[in-house]
């Protein structure tokens, strides 16, 4: 699970995340939305202890992320809205290299690299260099190495960036049965539909702030709108 107890961010006078606390269950798939700027990036960023907050604290499955961040990270499968690899490696490399970061056993991590290339349609691209792989590729590749330790937290900042309708339902679909499995999964999409579609509740970040946490049926009772979306109603919450 991810406990967020008043986690704090300021860029000079620009308060990015104000007193965020929030607690995201084990089997719990959770989207963040908000709109550009309401500091769903920032929020991630401190979850994967790429930041250090002004004051909070985040942790994962119990393990604090800052008092230790090595101990944290290992529990953590993270993908961000832009991937980072090494370009020059092809892909079988490129997930040798993560199985060795997490000191996997290679019979298991070979295993995993199959699967998951199965899953990702991505055997037809293993003798190509990352540098050379489209953008969509690149981002399955990126979901594939982030889940080969089997995280028991995964955080997704914008999953379908570049993904084609077959690729998109595969990995909704991937991230359903992460959480049906017992992990946390934890998303930050600007795709409303997508939201709507998986998560079993969201949480609304305006301003740095977080004004509404729960299930779109909680949602709609709250605003008293009943048979609105959820563009419709988060349209009208952060104008």
């Given amino acids: 699970m991810i406990e967020i107890e008043n986690l704090t961010m300021q860029y000079g006078d620009l308060r990015a995340l104000d007193g965020l606390t929030l607690n995201i269950r084990s089997g719990e798939l959770f989207a963040f939305l908000g709109p550009n700027g309401a500091g769903k990036t920032t929020a991630i960023k401190l979850l994967t202890g790429l930041m ?8 994962l499955c119990g393990v604090d992320v800052q008092a ?12 961000p809205d832009v991937g980072i690899f090494y ?8 997930m040798h290299f993560i199985a060795e970061l997490f000191e996997m056993d290679p019979t298991r991590s070979a295993e995993r690299t199959v699967a998951l290339f199965d899953l990702f349609s ?19 590749l990126a979901i594939a190495s982030a889940l080969l330790h089997e995280p028991k937290v995964f955080i997704i900042d914008e999953p379908m960036v570049g993904l084609d309708p077959i690729h998109a339902r595969i990995v909704k679909e991937e991230l359903k049965r992460q959480s049906r499995n017992g992990a946390t999964v934890l998303m930050s999409t600007h795709l409303l539909n997508i939201a709507e579609e998986v998560a079993d509740r969201i949480g609304i970040l305006h301003r740095g702030k977080l004004i509404f946490v729960g299930t779109l049926a909680e949602l709609r009772a709250a605003q008293e709108r009943q048979g609105l979306n959820l563009e419709e109603i988060f349209l009208e919450m952060v104008r």
């Avoid at 250090?52 to 942790?59: N, R, T, Y």
């Avoid at 230790?68 to 993270?78: Q, R």
């Avoid at 003798?127 to 969509?136: A, D, V």
């Fill in 52 to 59: 250090k907050p002004v004051q909070g604290s985040v942790k």
């Fill in 68 to 79: 230790e961040p090595l101990k944290a990270k290992a529990l953590l499968g993270y993908v």
């Fill in 87 to 94: 370009e020059k490696l092809t892909a079988p490399e490129f």
């Fill in 122 to 140: 991505l055997h037809e691209h293993t003798s190509q260099r990352i540098e050379n792989l489209s953008h969509g590729t690149r981002q399955r």
